[in-house]
């Protein structure tokens, strides 16, 4: 009797306890109208890309209008010939009153939040661009407070970036001025473990990753050229001297190391790539931060690096300040498809059985997504090693198996077969089947050959870049996806009639060839389509998908973006389309997201999907948004310049839209 009174009392505690703390959740959500910042490429370095902000929401987001537009200048510095190269995929930051962007030739400028005012421009001087550097962009820049430092030194707060010319920069955040204790002037030049050769280069276009004193980069190499590729080593410095701290090598090049037999016959030694070419998440709490490693070299070969090639295509959690093993999980055993794990992680915290479970979510070109214990490396899901097609070409060695989610369910097709085909008439449907019937085809993971294998999804995914984001509150995951085939043939070296005249080039039949050197294999990629240049396979072919992540389920799924600048005949009906950018979400229960080719930012309902607004922009918006607050005024941000791989339309445009002031 006593028992159950206490039991009851404590009951009706926890039950006061609750709805105070709904309460007070439910007035930090509303009341938004202070200053609320975007810090990080992600919104945080937890990379969920979620906003606090409601100021703008669903009942009001059609009222949305340009508060201010600013014209970085790129379009003009480029010309008209290699404008066309850049791909403008940079998401501002909010530092103590600045915006700050950067920009494709690694410019970083400062601009007013309220009135898009240019405050300061740091210029590296790394233009004209050389011509074996294709595709420039920066995607974001990172900042560190030295606490040691007084309130009025320079360079107290700093910005760090990195640029295509391998190397990296500190800056002061208030006024651009290099920062002097930083490396050399505030510079510090990186040399590579061994000569590039013609056309390879490493850049940094992704933001680093911040831990306490450290600042971590990633890096990005051009792809396919040879299997005797640079490293794609991680390299940790000091935020305040530039000092080396530490490396990380996703190839285990010491034969000490636990996972070095997952490279036969010594080929760690020979091998590149692995590198972390997208944004780490950092766990700032417990000091951790989660890299997403990429493909060895190269991509659709792996004859010459026998075994499953850990730490490739790995999610790698490390101790930040140390570089120190933590966990890690391979998500692709001994890629040949170009799977690389191209998004930043994702840190949530997820409710399993009654327990709160700090995850981390990661996203692949799969189209799976996975989830882990962020701190243990723990499946939160259970995953499987299941059966996967085997017979690869001459000398190649292939895993017997590769690992699959349980849950949540796959975001894209597994595979693909003559019975998938999809044709706007039944003629090319029947074209789009003889193509897939004289191609190898199959399900996920049929390895590539000579024949010339589909591989869906295709080498640009799935998920890419522009990853996801999450509603923490509602637990759900926002993430755009592409839904389209690719082929990649391996082409015997001695018929490769193109090879010396163009190495990495595209043909007027949009097949883009790689040489693989040091391999018996060049290869060729294209993406599969009918004569009518639509894709074989059943739209829409972007998409955004919510997910359930405690759950495990697909909330609902909708088309992203249409086809009116893609055919003779324009199609604004909703089919998707070619995207590259991301997607933000907000506690105004909006997802906004660009992306998508046909130069258009919506806003969609986080509950159903719906489409509450769209508006035209004047170039391509393959960026992924942010959103802030001043003076009580909420503003959403994007970079609107158009992307290289898609050809939209060319820009140098920096977007703030915002509710209209209320009339005095």
């Not at 640029?163 to 510079?187: H, L, M, Q, S, V």
Request: aromatic fraction near 10%.
């Amino acid at each position: 009797m006593n028992g159950g009174n206490k039991d009851g009392t404590k009951m009706m505690r926890a039950q006061i306890v609750v709805s105070a703390l709904a309460l007070w959740l439910g007035i930090a959500q509303a009341d938004t109208t202070g200053d609320a910042g975007w810090m990080y490429f992600g919104g945080a370095q937890t990379g969920t890309r979620y906003s606090t902000l409601n100021q703008i929401n669903r009942d009001n987001v059609r009222d949305l209008e340009v508060a201010w537009t600013y014209r970085t200048g790129e379009l003009d510095r480029l010309g008209p010939e290699r404008s066309r190269e850049q791909s403008f995929e940079n998401t501002p930051i909010l530092l103590d009153g600045l915006l700050i962007v950067c920009t494709p030739t690694a410019r970083v400028i400062a601009l007013d939040p309220v009135s898009g005012a240019e405050r300061w421009v740091f210029d590296p001087n790394t233009y004209p661009l050389p011509r074996d550097v294709h595709y420039p962009k920066c995607r974001g820049v990172s900042h560190w407070l030295d606490p040691l430092a007084n309130a009025d030194d320079i360079c107290k707060r700093r910005i760090l970036f990195g640029t295509w010319a391998f190397r990296i920069y500190a800056i002061d955040a208030r006024t651009g001025k290099r920062c002097p204790g930083f490396g050399d002037n505030g510079e510090v030049r990186l040399v590579e473990d061994k000569p590039f050769i013609p056309r390879e280069f490493v850049s940094f276009p992704s933001p680093p990753a911040i831990v306490e004193d450290v600042v971590i980069f990633g890096s990005m190499i051009f792809d396919n050229l040879r299997a005797d590729a640079p490293s794609g080593k991680v390299r940790a410095f000091d935020a305040r001297s530039g000092a080396l701290r530490w490396e990380f090598d996703p190839i285990p090049r010491d034969p000490a190391d636990p996972t070095a037999g997952d490279w036969q016959d010594g080929s760690a030694r020979t091998t590149g790539h692995a590198n972390v070419w997208t944004a780490p998440a950092v766990d700032e709490e417990r000091g951790i931060v989660y890299l997403p490693t990429t493909s060895p070299s190269p991509d659709f070969y792996g004859g010459m690096r026998h075994g499953d090639n850990r730490y490739a295509n790995s999610l790698v959690a490390l101790r930040g300040a140390t570089g120190e093993m933590i966990w890690h999980y391979q998500i692709t055993h001994h890629d040949v498809w170009d799977y690389d794990l191209p998004s930043q992680p994702i840190l949530v915290d997820l409710l399993k059985e009654g327990h709160v479970v700090p995850a981390v979510v990661q996203l692949t070109k799969q189209g799976l997504v996975f989830i882990f214990d962020r701190v243990t490396g723990e499946p939160f899901f259970p995953i499987e090693e299941r059966p996967v097609p085997g017979e690869g070409a001459p000398g190649e060695w292939l895993s017997p198996t590769q690992p699959f989610p349980t849950a949540p369910p796959p975001l894209t097709a597994q595979g693909i077969s003559p019975d998938d085909a999809w044709g706007f008439t039944f003629i090319d449907r029947y074209l789009c089947r003889q193509r897939i019937e004289a191609l190898r085809h199959g399900p996920l993971y049929t390895p590539p050959g000579e024949q010339g294998t589909i591989l869906m999804p295709g080498f640009a995914g799935g998920a890419n870049w522009g990853g996801g984001a999450v509603d923490p509150i509602r637990k759900v995951l926002l993430v755009s996806t592409l839904h389209v085939a690719g082929v990649a043939k391996l082409i015997p070296r001695n018929d490769d009639p193109v090879l010396n005249a163009a190495p990495d080039g595209i043909d007027t039949k949009g097949i883009i060839r790689f040489p693989q050197l040091g391999t018996r294999y060049s290869v060729e990629n294209w993406l599969l389509s009918s004569p009518l240049g639509a894709p074989c396979t059943e739209p829409p072919w972007s998409r955004l998908t919510a997910v359930d992540l405690e759950r495990g389920t697909i909330l609902w799924q909708v088309a992203l973006g249409t086809l009116e600048k893609m055919l003779p005949v324009p199609l604004p009906i909703e089919m998707g389309g070619p995207h590259a950018g991301g997607a933000m979400v907000s506690a105004g229960s909006l997802v906004f997201i660009a992306a998508s080719s046909d130069d258009r930012f919506r806003a969609f309902d986080v509950e159903d999907g719906s489409v509450l607004r769209q508006t035209k922009l004047p170039a391509g918006g393959q960026a992924i948004p942010m959103t802030y607050a001043v003076d009580g005024r909420q503003y959403v941000v994007l970079a609107a310049g158009g992307h290289a791989l898609y050809q939209t339309t060319p820009g140098d445009y920096v977007i703030a839209y915002a509710l209209p002031k209320p009339e005095k």
